[in-house]
C-alpha cells in the first residue's frame, strides 16, 4: 500500500494517512469534492405546513407532518401511497420497526398517536401531561418513547406499548430535536437564546447532564456521530456548533446558511448536512472528528428547512412550498410569516450527480 503513495509523503507520511482512514472511516479516505444538487421535485400539492420528515428506509418510505395528518411518500416514484389521520397539530414521527409500529406527536392536542407500521391504521392515541410535544424519539432499550414538550419545557416518556406515561423531566427551557447514542443516552437541543443540550440515561431515566452551547442561539436540529461521539447542533445565529457526546466540549463551530432547523450526518461518506430556510443545504466534510470544512452549498428551496437522510443512497428529502404574502400583524402575531401557496406542496431529492 505504501508503494502506491506519492514520493514527497514519505513512509511515515503514508502511515499516517492509512492510520486515520482507518480510525475516521470513510471521511479522510472519500474523493475530495462533493457534488450534491437537486435531482428530482414531486409536487403533492395539498394545503397547510409542514415540520419534521421521518424516512423508513427498509419500507422505501418518507413520512411528512402537514399539521392534521401526516403523508406518506413512496420514495422510488413521489407518489403518495398512504396517511396517518387526525394527528392534530402533528410535529414529529418516530418509527419502531421491532414493534412494527410509529407514533406522532400532536402538538395541538397534548396526544401522541401510536400506528400501525405497515397498514398506518391508528391503533392509540393517549393524551399525556406536556403541553405541545414536538420532537418525538423511539428508545429501544427501554422500549420508551420520548416526546419534547416546548409549551411545558418537560419531556414525557411512555411505554413504547401502552402509552402510559412512565415519567416527566423538567428541562431548562423549550426542547427541541432529539437524538440518542444507542448506548443509553439521549441528547436534546434547548432553544434558549443561550443554547444548551441536556443529557438523558434513557435506562434510568433522569437527567445526567446540561451543556452549554457557545456561540449557538437558539439551537433546534441535532445530529449525532455514534461512532466519533460527536453531535451537531444547528443555530438561529447560522452556526454549527459540534459537541464532544461525551465530555460536553465543542470542538467545531461552523457557518451555516440563514434560517437552520435541521441536521443530518452521513457516517459512510463522511457528510453533515445543515438544511436552511433561505433555501440552501450546507455540505461538510468530516476530515477529523474535531476538523470539518464546507465542501458546498447546495441551492434548494425556500422555506425547505426540515430533511430526512438516507445513509444507504446518499440522498437527502427537503420539503416546501411556494409562498404568498403574509398576512396583517395582530397582537398574537405581530409577525406573521408567510402563507404557504395551496397545492404547491414540493417534495425535494438532493443527491450526488
Known amino acids: 500500500m505504501l508503494s502506491s503513495l506519492p514520493r514527497h509523503l514519505g513512509q511515515s507520511a503514508g502511515v499516517a494517512l492509512i492510520v486515520s482512514c482507518i480510525v475516521y472511516s470513510s471521511a479522510q479516505c472519500a474523493p475530495a469534492d462533493v457534488s450534491h444538487s437537486v435531482i428530482q421535485r414531486w409536487t403533492l400539492g395539498g394545503i397547510g405546513g409542514w415540520d419534521y420528515l421521518t424516512l423508513d428506509a427498509a419500507g422505501k418510505r418518507l413520512f411528512v407532518s402537514r399539521g392534521t395528518r401526516v403523508d406518506v411518500v413512496d420514495t422510488g416514484s413521489g407518489k403518495l401511497i398512504g396517511t396517518v389521520s387526525n394527528t392534530?397539530?402533528?410535529?414529529?414521527?418516530?418509527?419502531?420497526?421491532?414493534?412494527?409500529?410509529?407514533?406522532?406527536?400532536?402538538?395541538?392536542?397534548?396526544?401522541?398517536?401510536?400506528?400501525?407500521?405497515?397498514?398506518?391504521?391508528?391503533?392509540?392515541?393517549?393524551?399525556?401531561?406536556?403541553?405541545?410535544?414536538?420532537?418525538?424519539?423511539?428508545?429501544?432499550?427501554?422500549?420508551?418513547?420520548?416526546t419534547f414538550n416546548g409549551r411545558s419545557k418537560d419531556v414525557t416518556v411512555l411505554d413504547a406499548e401502552s402509552l402510559k406515561v412512565v415519567r416527566t423531566l423538567a428541562v431548562p427551557d423549550k426542547p427541541e430535536f432529539a437524538v440518542d447514542d444507542g448506548e443509553g443516552h439521549i441528547f436534546v437541543n434547548i432553544e434558549s437564546e443561550a443554547g444548551q443540550l441536556v443529557v438523558f440515561d434513557s435506562k434510568q431515566l433522569t437527567i445526567t447532564a446540561t451543556w452549554m452551547l457557545p456561540g449557538?442561539?437558539?439551537?433546534?436540529?441535532?445530529?449525532?456521530?455514534?461512532?466519533?461521539?460527536?453531535?451537531?447542533?444547528?443555530?438561529?445565529?447560522?452556526?454549527?456548533a459540534v459537541t464532544d457526546a461525551v465530555s460536553g466540549r465543542q470542538v467545531a463551530k461552523l457557518a451555516v446558511g440563514d434560517g437552520p432547523d435541521a441536521a443530518a450526518y452521513d457516517a459512510h461518506r463522511g457528510l453533515v448536512f445543515s438544511s436552511n430556510g433561505e433555501g440552501t443545504l450546507s455540505i461538510f466534510r468530516q476530515e477529523t472528528p474535531d476538523r470539518y470544512q464546507l465542501a458546498q452549498s447546495v441551492t434548494t428551496q425556500r422555506g425547505a428547512r426540515t430533511m430526512a437522510l438516507d445513509s444507504a443512497s446518499?440522498?437527502?428529502?427537503?420539503?416546501?412550498?411556494?409562498?404568498?404574502?403574509?398576512?396583517?400583524?395582530?397582537?398574537?402575531?405581530?409577525?406573521?410569516?408567510?402563507?404557504?401557496?395551496?397545492?404547491?406542496?414540493?417534495v425535494l431529492t438532493v443527491g450526488p450527480r
Not at 418509527?95 to 400501525?116: I, P, Q
Not at 449557538?216 to 456521530?225: K, Q, V
Open 314 to 346: 446518499g440522498k437527502v428529502y427537503l420539503v416546501s412550498s411556494d409562498f404568498d404574502a403574509p398576512p396583517a400583524p395582530t397582537p398574537e402575531q405581530p409577525q406573521p410569516r408567510p402563507v404557504p401557496t395551496p397545492e404547491t406542496f414540493t
Open 216 to 240: 449557538c442561539a437558539s439551537p433546534s436540529g441535532l445530529a449525532i456521530d455514534r461512532t466519533h461521539h460527536r453531535l451537531f447542533s444547528v443555530c438561529d445565529n447560522k452556526v454549527m
Open 88 to 146: 392534530k397539530g402533528v410535529h414529529g414521527i418516530a418509527l419502531a420497526e421491532e414493534l412494527g409500529r410509529g407514533y406522532t406527536s400532536n402538538g395541538k392536542a397534548d396526544s401522541v398517536t401510536m400506528f400501525d407500521l405497515a397498514t398506518l391504521k391508528t391503533l392509540k392515541e393517549a393524551p399525556i401531561p406536556g403541553h405541545n410535544p414536538d420532537a418525538i424519539l423511539y428508545e429501544p432499550t427501554g422500549k420508551h418513547v420520548w
